[in-house]
């Protein structure tokens, strides 16, 4: 029995069915990724005004998370089906139309339960559009656009932040900063509902090689058994929770884990930031040379020596480790999206690219908070090596989908 998909089958998916998407749908794709990121992004400047108004405890900004997850998890899960249902445009403008009204009632609440009641909303439509975009992207778009879709994304995520400073600087309120975003997200629905239309005639009937075998319809849970599915979904997690569990933690390690100054671990942790940024950024130049697996190969085993300088080597070469781990991720998430068509297949990738994306929020709850475990267990110096030992599976696992699907 094959352990993977036929490739005979499957070849054109990388090349035929994955035709130049229409320029507009390429503009539009890229403006719905920025938006996308800009309300979580915006909670980090809001939540001490948030709180001062509502009388809240710090602990209040995790209820507001742990709702936007919920909702996000559960849309982006059953994603293939929304997609099966809705079709691509008329998804991605209902989803960003949710969030918009999520957001007019976050902007207007006038009690912390609405505020808290908006979070869900705003989670599934969230990870209704972030799995939306990314299935469509990962069978129309080449192996760049993917990588420059997720460094969109990495400058909405700087965006959000800056729009909500200014907001509270110009009106003395974090609700207009929440009502600006409302707007812009209200504006990409109306964008998407316009060119709903071109998204179902761009996407088109799934392109099979002559004389393969007609596609079926997979379940949700047909999906979710396949075996390569599970690795691909094991894979985002552990790749995300190195991600988030570096980001969230480098501050403290270094600061109050090695006794560096403020100054000094807060750029560290805008360097790993900027670091993803720009490595997507420079692996959309020449990810169409270089090729998804190479190129996620690469990634690893810089993520392997950047996580083991920062966990093991003196203080200078840790702090250029920092950088090199950030860097090293870039290609990570946005390769193995752009490879899923081809290896899982037409009727698959729908379903996959949902279960991924909601891998990817679990490992981004779930390793950060593992990391704050181990540094109340043991020490704040047990976060590098978890971070390294992550790796190392990551390199694993995808030495073992390679062979399953060589």
Partial sequence: MSNGPDRKALSPVSSSARAAPR??????????????????????V??????????????????????????????????GRLLEAFGVGRLLAGSTGLVAAALVAVAAAPAFPVFLAAAPLVGLGSGAIDSGLNAYAAKRFSARHMNWLHAAFGFGAACGPLLMTGAILATDTWRLGYAAIAVIMGAMALLFLSTRGLWRADAGEPIAAEGAPPQTRVTTRGALANPLVQL???????????EFGAGLWIFAVLTEGRGLSVELAGTMTGLFWGGLFVGRVAFGLFADRIGEDRSVRLGLLGMAVGAAAFAFAPTALSLAGIVLLGLACAPIFPMLMSRTPARLGEALTAHAVGFQVSAAMLGGVIFPALG???????????????????????????????????
């Fill in 23 to 44: 320029a507009l749908l390429v503009v539009v794709a890229y403006l719905g990724f920025v938006s996308l990121a800009l309300p979580d992004a915006a909670h980090g």
């Fill in 46 to 79: 809001s939540w001490p005004f948030v709180r001062e108004a509502f009388g809240l405890p710090q602990s209040g900004l995790g209820l507001v998370m742990a709702g936007t997850a919920s909702g996000f998890f559960v849309s982006s899960f059953f994603a």
């Fill in 372 to 406: 704050g475990v181990l540094a109340d267990v043991l020490s704040l110096e047990a976060i590098p090596v978890m971070l390294v030992a992550t790796v190392l599976a990551l390199i694993a696992l995808n030495a073992v989908l390679e062979r399953r699907t060589a």
């Fill in 232 to 242: 691909q979904v094991a894979m985002f997690c552990l790749y995300v929770g190195v």
